[in-house]
């Protein structure tokens, strides 16, 4: 299931029904899908419309096969009335698989006692209530999740979800955060640092509460997050929890006024006990450094069809009662909260995902060619060594594990480095970095290499790089993509996205890509052109988020690649209206106007300028979700805050910080008024309903005395000139420029 509405109907119904639910991400290799289904002994799948192909794939595994819950007819049912409720507080609620060392995965089995204790042990400390939203933005496999669907359910407090794969989007979450009035949200402290980075986290006026788990959270995090949150409208937990307990365990408070050296994990949740111990089990003074074991209402009954391996870790000790034994080390403080300080063994966590790096290297000694394998983290990335051949090693393990668990280093030896009794010394494994460089190094020849160059080698830490590595397999992931771009922001003048590192992850593809958006600019002109050597032209009128990133229109001359393209820069003069209809008059013969937001009104202002000289009109204006503009003051202050503060993070100067905010004013000072002689072709996005779709219809309608056509398109207004979306919105483009009766 992918997150939507249906994946909390699927697990309610489970729940209600007395079965327990084993949430698999769709996105699974088929090995690791097809292994779950089968160790876990699972009936039934209940899936969505669109992964149908992948269950399909396991219809032979299951007793009753599978079921659409978008599709599924009440129909065929016999009893529609509302089920008795026949769970118990031991019964099985929930199954998730973590990393095992074995190679395979190992299913943890959750009762329901765990969750609700956990969930009203939560509801009791935060006191949500009606007016609180809470975001579902967490992926079903990982048991934060849990509490963000179910609780919801309990208390009556409102839930929106993110949509699939939203999660990994800082901007995306930020305007969800402001649009939805988010006021509880959850994350991995990877991602906080993230949003406190490159996202005006505390201008979401709505958002009362942090809460943290997965990783360790840092130090630094926290204070660059009070230093943003100035007013300390938004208060930061920082919570601990093995999925073996029922989520978390231990809860803390990120008080700004505190004097901290580290950020506890906290103290014990509600029927819950915790314990320091040594090697003997035996219980440590406050300070003392041991292993930290759980007991409570939160223990898992144990991993399925592994019974050895739980009653190595789920310990009945003689005074202590049944403890859970969670590998990692830490120690009481005076004030009573607990100090995460690390593993025991080689679990390490990714992403918040918990990983055994026994499983990786299980599953690397298995391909073909590879005799050993060792997996290790360096600087919170994985690092596989192997004795061997690894060409083809990577796609391999991609058809085999999850993409957090895939190495991002990969390095040949002869032998594993050993230590004076012989056992492997992997201190002294090399660092993966100094691996890295190809057999042959190209330098960067051209301005644009060179200083993409300096950027890469200071976002990885490399000093030598090959302008034919790739970003990603020197250590690059997600987090040092977002440090790229908004360098890269800082250094050219021209804008690029977080989408250009992944099309374009070497610095040689980074450079061109940079001076293909570049080509034939002159600031004279106050325009890009496209695809010159076309006939037929196409004029884009600059929108707002634009003048900050308008990678997009490099995308979409590929789409529209028999379309000569001119992309206006916004010109900040007063006059701008007539500098546009007069270089448009000078340039083309016969053309098309385009909009995106808020382009498409001031495209049809340029119109009613040239009509009032008589100039040449365009053959039609294609509106890609604009609006007319109807009142003075159009923007809400919290808009322009948050645009003013999304220009600076990526880097723009103060001179263009002043373009957006002059664009702002114009659109503050304009009203749509008049008609034009013109066509209009409107492109909703893909959230407006029929009747949304007919008043914007209406509303240009109202301002032409031609022909008004409507047409839904793809995404949600901010997605449409992204990448997945362009491609279709594209087509919905072409069909209007090919019915516009250009000369040939």
């Given amino acids: ?437 190809p057999k042959v190094y190209r330098v960067a020849n051209t301005s644009t290499e060179i200083e993409v160059a300096k950027i890469f080698a200071e976002t990885l830490q490399v000093e030598k790089i090959s302008i034919e590595s790739n970003f990603f397999d020197l250590g690059g992931d997600s987090l040092n993509a977002i440090n790229l771009i908004s360098h890269a922001n800082r250094v050219f003048s021209k804008k690029v996205q977080l989408s250009h590192i992944f099309n374009y992850p070497t610095i040689e593809l980074f450079a061109q890509a940079l001076d293909k958006i570049q080509v034939e600019k002159e600031t004279t002109k106050n325009y890009t052109i496209f695809n010159p050597d076309k006939q037929h032209a196409l004029f884009i009128f600059p929108t707002i988020i634009a003048t900050i990133d308008h990678a997009f229109l490099d995308q979409m001359s590929k789409y529209l690649i028999d379309y000569k393209i001119y992309a206006f820069d916004f010109i900040i003069e007063e006059n701008r209206i007539v500098e546009y209809a007069k270089m448009v008059n000078t340039l083309e013969d016969e053309f098309v106007f385009f909009g995106y937001s808020s382009g498409g009104s001031l495209a049809y202002e340029v119109i009613k300028e040239m009509e009032k000289f008589k100039y040449k009109l365009p053959k039609k204006l294609i509106s890609l979700d604009s609006w007319r503009i109807n009142k003075l003051n159009y923007i809400p202050a919290d808009f322009r805050v948050l645009m003013i503060d999304k220009a600076k993070r990526h880097g723009l100067s103060a001179s263009e910080c002043h373009k957006i905010v002059t664009y702002m004013d114009m659109i503050d000072s304009t009203i749509n008024m008049g008609q034009i002689n013109v066509d209009i072709d409107y492109i909703s996005d893909a959230l407006k309903s029929k009747d949304e779709i007919e008043k914007r219809h209406e509303e240009w309608a109202s301002l032409t005395t031609q022909k008004v056509r409507s047409f839904s398109g793809f995404g949600e207004h901010e997605d449409m000139v992204k990448k997945s979306f362009l491609i279709k919105n594209c087509e919905l483009i072409k069909t209007s420029l090919l019915d516009s009766k250009f000369k040939e």
């Avoid at 669109?50 to 065929?76: E, P």
């Avoid at 329901?112 to 939560?122: L, Q």
């Avoid at 290297?361 to 060619?369: K, P, R």
């Fill in 1 to 437: 299931l992918d997150r939507s509405e249906w994946m909390i109907i699927a697990i309610l119904g489970v729940l209600k029904a007395g079965g327990a639910y084993l949430p698999i991400d769709p996105q699974y290799p088929e090995d690791r899908t097809t292994y779950m289904l089968e160790d876990s002994g699972a009936t039934i799948i209940l899936h969505d419309t669109a992964n149908r192909v992948n269950a399909n794939n396991y219809k032979s595994l299951l007793s009753y096969g599978i079921i659409d819950v978008q599709t599924f007819s009440l129909s065929t049912m016999e009893h529609l009335t509302n089920l008795k409720i026949i769970n118990h507080v031991d019964n099985l609620a929930y199954v998730i698989y973590t990393s095992g060392s074995t190679g395979k995965p190992k299913g943890v089995m959750l009762a329901h006692r765990g969750a609700v204790n956990r969930i009203a042990w939560m509801q009791k400390k935060y006191a949500l209530d009606t007016s609180d939203t809470i975001l579902q933005k967490t992926p079903f496999s990982f048991d934060v999740s849990v509490w963000e669907l179910l609780l919801p359910m309990m208390y009556g407090v409102k839930l929106v979800f993110a949509k699939p794969n939203g999660h990994k989007d800082n901007e995306y979450l930020l305007r969800l955060i402001k649009k939805e009035s988010i006021s509880f949200i959850h994350f991995v402290p990877s991602m906080l640092s993230v949003m406190l980075q490159h996202s005006a986290l505390h201008t979401c006026d709505s958002l009362k509460n942090i809460v943290c788990s997965g990783e360790a959270l840092s130090l630094d995090t926290v204070n660059t997050f009070h230093s943003n949150n100035t007013k300390n409208l938004i208060k930061l937990h920082n919570l601990y929890g093995p999925t073996e307990a029922s989520i978390d365990v231990t809860s803390f408070y990120c008080d700004k006024d505190r004097d901290l050296k580290s950020i506890p994990i906290g103290k014990a949740i509600a029927n819950t006990k915790l314990y320091i111990l040594n090697q003997n089990k035996e219980i440590l003074p406050i300070g003392s450094i041991g292993e930290l074991y759980i007991a409570g209402d939160g223990l898992a009954r144990g991993y399925l069809n592994k019974p050895e391996l739980t009653e190595q870790v789920f310990i009945n000790h003689p005074s202590l009662g049944r403890i859970y034994k969670t590998g990692d080390m830490a120690k009481y403080q005076e004030d009573g909260n607990i100090e995460y300080l690390g593993r025991v063994d080689d679990q390490v966590k990714i992403k918040g995902f918990r990983v055994e790096l026994g499983e990786i290297e299980n599953v690397i000694s298995s391909f073909d060619g590879i005799s050993d394998s060792l997996v290790k983290l360096y600087n919170e990335q994985l690092v596989a060594y192997v004795i061997g051949e690894k060409k083809g090693l990577k796609e391999y393990l991609l058809d085999k594990l999850p993409n957090y668990m895939i190495p991002l280093y990969f390095l040949e030896l002869e032998q594993f480095p050993l230590t004076s009794n012989g056992k492997v010394d992997k201190k002294n494994l090399p660092n993966p970095k100094k691996n890295e460089h």
